[in-house]
C-alpha cells in the first residue's frame, strides 16, 4: 500500500529475533492498532534459519509495513537492537518507538494507551505500563506494579529498573539525540539505557497491565543472572542522583547476588501470585 506523502505512522515497533520465529508471530499477532498507522522493523539476530518477510506476511495483515534486518552472526540483544536504531537514524516517518520481545502479548489497548498519553502529556518522554509475567507452560503468573509518576520512577530506579523492556514506548525525536543501548552494562544495556533517557526528560508509568512477559527458564535474564545483577551496580552508581539511595541500591543487588535464582523467582511469585 502507497503511503501519503508527509503522512507519520504513530510509532515503530523495535523487536529482536534469534530462533523464535513462531514467539515473533504470536507477538505481533497480539497487537491491536490500525496496521497503516505502525510499522514493524525486526532484526533477525543470525538466527540458524533466516527470517523472511514471506515467513510473516501470510500471517499478518496486508497493510502492515514490515522490514527485516538480517545480521550475518548472532549478536546479542544489545548490538541487535542498536543495529535497528541505527536504521531508523534520520527517518522522520513515524513518532514514537515501541519495544516488543519475542514471546510476549499486548493487551488490545496497549498502543492506543500510550500514543494517547505521549500525546496528552508532550513534556513525558518515556512511558512504559505494569505488566504480567506468565509461564506458559504451567500457567503460573505473577503481576508486576510499580509507581507511576516521575518523582517515584526517579526514586525507584536506585534499586531496580523499574521499565520493563517490552512495556515501553519513547518519543523517537529524544532517543535520536542520545546514545543508543550502551554495551558497558552486559544483560542490562536496557536499564542503562532508560537511565539516560531519564537524564534528560520525565517518564511515567502506565497503571494498566497492558503486557503479558514470558517467563522463560532459559532466558538471558536467568542464565546470566550474576553478571547482569553486576551491571545493574555499575549503572546504579553512574547515574544515581542520590548518595543515600544509590548506596541502598547497591546493597540490595549485592544481597540479590546472594541469593538463589529459583528462590528469588518463587518469592515474587508468592508475593505477586494471581
Known amino acids: 500500500m502507497k503511503e501519503p ?14 530462533n523464535n520465529r513462531d514467539g515473533l508471530l504470536r507477538s505481533l499477532q497480539s497487537i491491536c492498532y490500525d496496521p497503516v498507522k505502525y510499522f514493524v522493523l525486526i532484526i533477525d539476530d543470525g538466527s540458524i534459519e533466516s527470517l523472511t518477510l514471506s515467513d510473516l506476511t501470510d500471517h499478518l ?43 510476549d502479548l499486548c493487551s488490545e489497548d496497549r498502543f ?38 516521575h518523582k517515584q520512577i526517579m526514586r525507584e530506579m536506585h534499586f531496580k529498573n523499574v521499565f520493563i523492556h517490552p512495556t515501553v514506548m519513547w518519543r523517537a525525536g529524544v532517543a535520536a539525540r ?6 558497558t552494562f552486559p544483560h542490562a544495556e536496557d536499564y542503562g539505557f532508560f537511565y539516560e533517557l531519564l537524564q534528560h526528560g520525565k517518564a511515567a508509568i502506565l497503571p494498566y497491565y497492558l503486557m503479558i512477559c514470558e517467563i522463560n527458564p532459559e532466558g538471558l535474564s536467568h542464565s546470566h543472572r550474576k553478571q547482569q545483577l553486576r551491571s545493574r551496580i555499575k549503572v546504579v552508581r553512574q547515574y544515581r542522583n542520590s548518595l543515600l539511595f544509590g548506596v541502598l541500591g547497591e546493597i540490595r543487588l549485592r544481597l540479590l547476588m546472594l541469593l538463589p535464582a529459583e528462590w528469588a523467582l518463587k518469592i515474587k511469585k508468592q508475593l505477586r501470585n494471581i
Do not use: M
Request: with cysteine.
Open 61 to 103: 495483515s496486508p497493510l502492515l509495513n514490515l522490514r527485516v534486518i538480517r545480521l550475518p552472526q548472532n549478536s546479542g540483544i544489545t548490538r541487535a537492537l542498536n543495529a535497528g536504531l541505527h536504521y531508523l537514524e534520520g527517518r522522520t516517518d513515524y513518532r514514537f518507538i515501541a519495544r516488543l520481545d519475542c514471546g
Open 178 to 183: 542520545l546514545p543508543a543501548y550502551p554495551e
Open 5 to 18: 506523502i508527509g503522512v507519520k505512522k504513530d510509532f515503530c515497533v523495535l523487536i529482536s529475533c534469534y
Open 112 to 149: 492506543h494507551r500510550q500514543v494517547a498519553f505521549l500525546d496528552e502529556h508532550p513534556d513525558v518522554d518515556l512511558v512504559g505500563s505494569w505488566c504480567v509475567f506468565k509461564d506458559f507452560s504451567t500457567g503460573e503468573a505473577y503481576t508486576y506494579t510499580i509507581p507511576t509518576r
